[in-house]
């Protein structure tokens, strides 16, 4: 009789990058535990799906959360204990390791998307996508196109929602220049 299989080992951990006020220019590469389903379930209580990342977007919204653009100068050091310790980045591309059952999305399916909701950042850290691993929420990722690299589809999230904001405020239709 032939010997079990094991399933593979999987990494309980994960580089990423972190604010750091002490680091040399604000950021720093840290291991961090991986992020797993069960574990993302209280902070995407929608749903998560876990995905290696295999590209992500760097936005001015990105500094402008660690910097605290915009806050009165009485708020810098405010902001700056609020990041420290979180993972910037917001958009990426990349595989899905594990989705929910249902979900559309199985392991290996190439995906693209928020890598954190925004809006559910002022409830907690920022676990962006300036790492390996992320777990997105499920409602802000889709399948990437094959048309696309991971480069191209990691630059997409954040200004193709801003795009696409501000055409339906400005009513703009089909066929309209």
């Keep these: 009789m032939p010997a079990p299989v094991s399933p593979p080992l999987v990494p309980k951990t994960m580089r990423a990058a972190v604010f750091d006020v002490m680091a040399p220019h604000g950021v720093r590469i840290a291991e961090r535990p991986r992020p797993s389903r069960a574990v993302a379930k209280g902070c995407c209580g929608r749903g998560a799906v876990v995905c290696a990342v295999r590209a992500c977007g760097v936005n001015p919204v990105d500094a402008k959360y660690v910097i605290g653009d915009k806050l009165p100068e009485s708020w810098m050091a405010w902001a700056a204990r609020r990041v420290q310790g979180s993972t910037p980045g917001f958009d990426f591309s990349g595989e899905v390791l594990d989705a929910p059952p249902g979900s559309g999305l199985e392991a290996g399916d190439a995906v693209f998307g ?64």
């Design 114 to 177: 928020f890598g954190v909701d925004p809006a559910s950042l002022a409830k907690r850290k920022l676990r962006g996508s300036f790492a390996e691993v992320v777990a997105a929420p499920l409602d802000q990722v889709a399948k990437k196109p094959a048309t696309l690299s991971h480069i191209e589809a990691a630059a997409l999230p954040l200004v193709g929602t801003t795009a696409l904001q501000a055409l339906r405020e400005h009513g703009v239709a089909a066929g309209q220049r």
